[in-house]
């Protein structure tokens, strides 16, 4: 019983999410907007924190270590990067009355007059460099970083120090990242300051067909969109890393290998692995370091499949551009001698994941009459509400929450029905709901309600938190925690939440 | 047996913090380094998000939620908030060399000689704005945020909706700020990039004294610096809340409520209260907006007593700014009518928090032979270090490690001597460390050692986890855990940790 639907309309999620708390803007709103520019609120927060926290996670788990490194820089670090003269847009401006164009979209949308005039069009065409400049101290030309990988690179001496002279190791960062769209749109996919999240895996180049990790994924299934079939228009193949490798598809066991961490990344956020396909680079469009370059593409229910994740195996190209601007060398004294490593990278964007996580997870429930954010426990950002049937009942029911409170993010919510209370924490993505009544006071038990089935049971209070803690963090599932109890449905209520 | 020192060098923990990997920079090192900007190394980033947590936690805890507001924001957001025209700095320019001092720094030195060429000072002096300049798409002219708090009001509107029009509601948000600072200096103390934490509680003015939530703190008690006694010299006095207020020290009760919100969040990371005292503004530096208000100070051992954090109430200077500036009505439909708020703000940064945390735990330890991290364990880069005695008993050290890093921040060494391995893990402040010996094998048990008073005891391979778990939590101390068990002190050993 899936009743979300393809077609679903971009306009009317990003609509919601506007409404309910997760995601305001463009900012600053009351002062008219600018496109690009959002506030996440009280719940976009909460639920970007648990998508930052689940990539804390998984490269932990790995084995990477985070950093946090500055966000401007100097003229030079762009220079190096090839920011400061790659990092342009095609721009045509009206002659008649200065509204801006991507050159390459008017041409795209075969569009040859100016939108806001009529006049003709092209008028003027520049190159115009999409980082937003600044100045460090009274003349030093420096720009917002347009993307926080080139930082991650620059402290590449200390990380030999701190990992002790040994590859490969890994290093990730989360963090802002800015660039200067002429046109952006489509919510919080495209914006001009967004978040950045990086893996980025140092390793010995003639250690990438020598990598044990390797051993643990390559039996494990991954839909591979390669170049070959995107041109023969056919469906991405489904294949083992292991039968990629030996087909050529992938070049190394270690770049493989990050496709598998890639993939566990979005995973563990709740997308299931059939709506992720990797998509490999043609030869036109792959960046001139990169040697194996796939896109990890997700397929929302309102845009189809669209690109979420780069995963680019971006040889030494990086630490010899810094060497040879730096003049200082960038290589590590390993037991096998001098190596410059080579340098594994997993990229993507955390506004854009947390699009796809509530793409994923909107679902307009007609029986119910009202939209229900079907996030996977762990994501959610209010894990547990806590309601008391009437009012009679708030001291009891205030009692249970300041318990919870302390091992979960709860809400305590007194008003209306409970149906349309239930409708409300639907709307906002509560997997699980305690409704306090009067058998309450008497049987020290009360309901619990699961948001995705609707199903209630009753539970002691006792049991509560352990309850919840199994539920949030994955251990039981819900039919698990059910099993050999009296079941409930819930009966179906119409009417909005509010 | 406190072995710290007032008197000690900021120097020596600065180059420490940057030779353990905690904190890098001037970045980009590799080009020279511009001053101000850093970068937090493996275990800097590990210390930062645990302030960053816990901020969260304390603030979580009194019904504040987090929002994250946009970093850049165009002139007229600036222009109402009062930073175009006064977020400056008067400087004097040397007519010889051009070098630039801050001209109250100059003046408080005595110093009328340019440092660099000689030259008799004041030469040319201007007031330099301290926002860092930029351009969103071609023309709206914009800033990197000077702090966050501005950014945190504008979505007013937004959270009426959220909290359903009811007052008071606490919001609070983490992130970027900018300030151009003319010569920085000081390490993380005094940044150029650096981040904010701010909690802004958002009340009727008419509750400002009728405030339930401060019955529960105001028997506490908290080390007051008022105008007067700083006037006549004197020590902070100890007092509570409640006696703060008769005394007319404190304006509202909802205002001492944030001091003790405000001292939660510095205790909880670690901070002793002995060491935190709340300084009042004297009425020269008190900004012109502000009602109450009052800097958290804390006893450093290298710089002795330093400002950590603002406590403002800001009344309803901010929202009627930006009603003026703005042309909206920023005002809340509430069951008592149409109110205005008034903002109580708690705002300090948290590098210079991380700073306070580290000079707090920084140990010279002579005995042993090595600096010691005394972290309190949550907030512990690393909250555990597995070791095999020998290299014959890696397969089972890396056993247990694997199962300790599912649960904890976990590191696994082999390599030097166990001394060596237990020196470096005191330097990265690792509570507690884990050595797998060949009796494990047989007795399937550990010896399990203590940081901060190099004891030992041997424990179930079992209970490890559960263990860790409650040291970590701060759920047993040492002493509760190693009640009734066969306790060794370490051997103490002289070396370095490499």
Redesign the interface.
Known sequence: MNDKKKGLSFEELCTFLQ?K?FV?GP?????GG?A???????L???L??NVENTI?KVF??YDF??????????A??WKASGHLEGFTDPVVICTKCKA?YRADKLIKEKKFKCQNCGTQLPGETRQ?NLM???????D?E?Y?RPETAT?TY??????T??F?DKLPFG?FQIG?A?R?E?SPRQFIIRM??FTQAEGQYFINPEDKNNFEQYEKVKNNEYNFYTAKIQEEEKEAEKTTLDKALSKKHIGTKAYAWTLAVAQELFTQMGIPKEKIRFRQHKKDEKAFYASDAWDLEINTNALGWEEFCGIHDRTDYDLKQ?EK??G?E?IMNTEKGKVKPHILEIAFGTDRTLYAITDNAYTDDLQRGNKVLKFTPWMAPVQIGVFPLVNKLEEKAEEVYEIL?KDF?AVYDR?GSIGRRYARADEQGIPHCITIDFETLDKKDATIRDRDSTEQIRIPLTEINKTIQELTTGQKTWKEVTKGKTVIKQEEKKGSSR
């Open positions: 409404q708390g305001y900012e600053p709103e009351i002062y600018i690009g520019f959002y506030t996440y609120g009280p976009g927060k909460r970007k924190n804390r932990t788990k270590w985070e950093v946090e490194c500055p966000t401007v820089m100097p030079i670090v801006q115009q937003m400049k600044t100045t460090i101290g009274t030093t420096s917002n930082t620059l402290p590449f001496l200390r990380y120090k701190h002790r290093i802002k800015y200067n002429i001009r300051e810094h601007h730096s200082k960038l409170k993010n008003s």
